[in-house]
């Protein structure tokens, strides 16, 4: 199993950036995912999540500003995250949970909001 994340980098204030995460090994369409974040210092927190059918969780403080989409046919997820302050620096991760299996993570692509 193989999750890689990509579409990291430097962005300013109020601006975006679209994180994709394609994955291998893995019966995708019945795999719940989510992305996560280390913030700088922080522990490891959940953003999102997304299951096979493509219903959506967010934690409060990305509500309204980002958005997890799937491709069942692609094997992919994204992260779509608008409005980005500097509280949103940090390493993105997904994370796969297969059916009767234990969670796979990818290895984190790094954001960073600054002007």
């Known amino acids: 199993v193989q999750l890689v994340e990509s579409g990291g980098g430097l962005v300013q204030p109020g601006g975006s950036l679209r994180l994709s995460c394609v994955t291998s090994?893995?019966?995708?369409?019945?795999?719940?995912m989510a992305w996560y974040r280390q913030r700088p210092g922080k522990q490891r927190e959940l953003v999102g999540t997304?299951?096979?059918?493509?219903?959506?969780n967010y934690v409060d403080s990305v509500q309204g500003r980002f958005t997890i989409t799937r491709d069942n046919t692609k094997d992919t997820v994204w992260l779509q995250m608008n409005s980005l302050n500097t509280e949103d620096t940090g390493v993105y991760y997904c994370?796969?949970?297969?059916?009767?299996?234990?969670?796979?993570w990818g290895q984190g692509t790094q954001v960073t909001v600054a002007s």
């Open positions: 090994g893995l019966i995708f369409r019945l795999s719940g």
């Open positions: 997304i299951t096979g059918t493509g219903r959506t």
């Open positions: 994370k796969a949970t297969p059916p009767n299996k234990r969670d796979y």
